[in-house]
Structures are given as structure tokens and as C-alpha cells.
T-cell receptor, first 112, second 112 residues
Framework: DAKTTQPPSMDCAEGRAANLPCNHS???????VYWYRQIHSQGPQYIIH???NNETNEMASLIITEDRKSSTLILPHATLRDTAVYYC?????????????FGSGTQLTVLP | DTAVSQTPKYLVTQMGNDKSIKCEQN?????MYWYKQDSKKFLKIMFS???????INETVPNRFSPKSPDKAHLNLHINSLELGDSAVYFC???????????FGEGSRLTVL
């Protein structure tokens, strides 16, 4: 049973904002939303996480809806190096093993 | 300095052989993990250790045996290799169980 749903692929023009959606309608109150990305042939890289407030760091912003059933990862000025598979996962701090498995993610392609 | 390092990066071997993949993290983290990424690109948790103690063993055949000599190392030994074991294996660590994950670059295993 999938905890998150993401579109399989998206394109974005270089220099524009990339908005990656994630649905997690069955999220529990103690579960965080985490985003990772995997650039081809590399290990996954942590991007950001949040519980219910919006979060921002040097890589991205995370917008979580008020009902927490969906979120959007925003890369404000996408570059070619942001082309990667982006994974959204939900888990609690004492998460079960199942919560540690990543789904198929969204393949983001940044176009020149 | 590499935070999470795995060796070897590539491993090609025959069916029935026994092989090991080593992982070391210099982040001072308490928890380490092994993940398997198959051809469909799903990242599946296999094992997790916290302070050298096994805390997650996710329905992995007992041909796979993790060993943690200290909290900075988590090695993966695989006996009697099968074709289906061909995959990329990622090691990861986190400050605590449930924290954000830091991944190594992966070890691509090919069983012929």
C-alpha cells in the first residue's frame, strides 16, 4: 500500500521554478514529509523535510497543505544539474521498515 | 572527505560465489542501513543497525548477513549469489533512527 503518490515525470525549463507535487492523503499526525533526490548513477541525497509548517533551506522549499494531505517541493531556479529522480516519503521518527522504502519518484528533467 | 563510503563500487561475480560489500561512515552517526535498488529503481530497505544492534531486518533471505563491528561500519556479506541479487546496493547512515539519511555512492553487483 503506497503511502505517497507522485507523477512519474516532469519537465522544467532551466532558470524557472520546478514544482514537484506529492500526495500523502493517509499521513498520520506524527509523520514527517521527507524529500530526497537521486542524480543518475549517484546515491540519493537528502533535500528537506517538514511536519506541518513550510520549510526552506539552501536547496529548496517545502510547502505542506494545511490538511497535510499533499505537499510541493519547489526548486526556485532549476539548473541542468537538478535533473534527477525526486522521492517523497512520509515517516515518523520511529518509522517502520516499510516507511523507509522509497517509491518510484518523479523524474525531473530540466531543459536548456 | 567522503561521508559514507562503500567498497567496491563495482562487483562482477559468478552464481554461487560469496561476496562482501563494506561501508564506513565518518559522520558520527548512530544508525546505518543497507538498501537494494533493483532494475525498476525502487529503493528497498534491507537492514538497519543502531549502535551495532540490528533493528530492522526486512524479509531478506538469510544468504544476506550484515555485520557491524562498530557503529561506523556496516558490512554486507552475501552467500551463494543468485542472478536476482544483481542490483545496486546502497549504504546509508543517520544521526538517529528516523533521522535524515545520508547515502553512499552505491555498489553495483552483477551476478553472471
Amino acid at each position: 500500500d503506497a503511502k505517497t503518490t507522485q507523477p512519474p515525470s516532469m519537465d522544467c525549463a532551466e532558470g524557472r521554478a520546478a514544482n514537484l507535487p506529492c500526495n500523502h492523503s493517509t499521513i498520520s499526525g506524527n509523520e514527517y514529509v521527507y524529500w530526497y533526490r537521486q542524480i543518475h548513477s549517484q546515491g540519493p541525497q537528502y533535500i528537506i523535510h517538514g511536519l506541518k509548517n513550510n520549510e526552506t533551506n539552501e536547496m529548496a522549499s517545502l510547502i505542506i497543505t494545511e490538511d497535510r494531505k499533499s505537499s510541493t517541493l519547489i526548486l526556485p531556479h532549476a539548473t541542468l544539474r537538478d535533473t534527477a529522480v525526486y522521492y517523497c516519503i512520509v515517516r515518523s521518527r520511529s518509522g517502520s521498515a516499510r516507511q523507509l522504502t522509497f517509491g518510484s519518484g518523479t523524474q525531473l528533467t530540466v531543459l536548456p | 572527505d567522503t561521508a559514507v563510503s562503500q567498497t567496491p563500487k563495482y562487483l562482477v561475480t559468478q552464481m554461487g560465489n560469496d561476496k562482501s560489500i563494506k561501508c564506513e561512515q565518518n559522520l558520527g552517526h548512530d544508525t546505518m542501513y543497507w538498501y537494494k535498488q533493483d532494475s525498476k529503481k525502487f529503493l528497498k530497505i534491507m537492514f538497519s543497525y543502531n549502535n551495532k544492534e540490528l533493528i530492522i531486518n526486512e524479509t531478506v533471505p538469510n544468504r544476506f548477513s550484515p555485520k557491524s563491528p562498530d557503529k561506523a561500519h556496516l558490512n554486507l556479506h552475501i552467500n551463494s549469489l543468485e542472478l536476482g541479487d544483481s542490483a545496486v546496493y546502497f549504504c546509508a547512515s543517520s544521526q538517529e533512527a528516523g533521522g535524515e539519511l545520508f547515502f553512499g555512492e552505491g555498489s553495483r553487483l552483477t551476478v553472471l
